[in-house]
């Protein structure tokens, strides 16, 4: 993840976003690259942010939400997992091509929202889902 993508990211997570939150962006070993919380974000929406990030850039799936329904029914393998993962809504993972470059963790608004946002943000930034 470059940081031009991600500052552009940050910048348009936090113009758009309805109410406070936290974004993350992480590289592909889910590090991080930039990050911001608005006024008025809970403090714990910062390691929300951070561990949905994290999730995305690391795991097989695309997305907190992909790996989330891949594990549903198998709470063993859930459970096998880094203990860092989530599997909140609002972590997806940010591409160049095919290659995977980091991700993007929004948390403070409901699941989908942030996930909307994290989506909305990568695109804009001219990367990938």
């Known amino acids: 993840m470059q940081l ?3 500052r552009a990211i940050v910048d348009l997570v936090v113009s758009e976003a309805p109410g406070p939150v936290s974004v993350f962006v992480a590289d592909d070993h889910g590090e991080l690259v930039a990050a911001a919380t608005m006024d008025g974000a809970a403090p714990d929406t910062r390691l929300n942010a951070q561990r949905k990030a994290y999730t995305a850039a690391r795991s097989d799936a695309r997305s907190t ?9 198998n709470p063993v393998e859930r459970a096998s997992f880094d203990p860092f ?3 909140f809504l609002g972590g997806v993972a940010a591409f160049d091509g095919a290659t995977r470059v980091g991700a993007v963790g929004v948390s403070g608004l409901p699941g989908e929202v942030d996930e ?7 695109e804009t930034a001219g990367l990938t889902l």
């Open 85 to 87: 993962f989530t599997f």
């Open 65 to 73: 939400r992909e790996l989330a329904e891949k594990v549903k029914d």
């Open 116 to 122: 909307q946002l994290a989506r909305r943000a990568i």
């Open 4 to 6: 031009q993508h991600a």
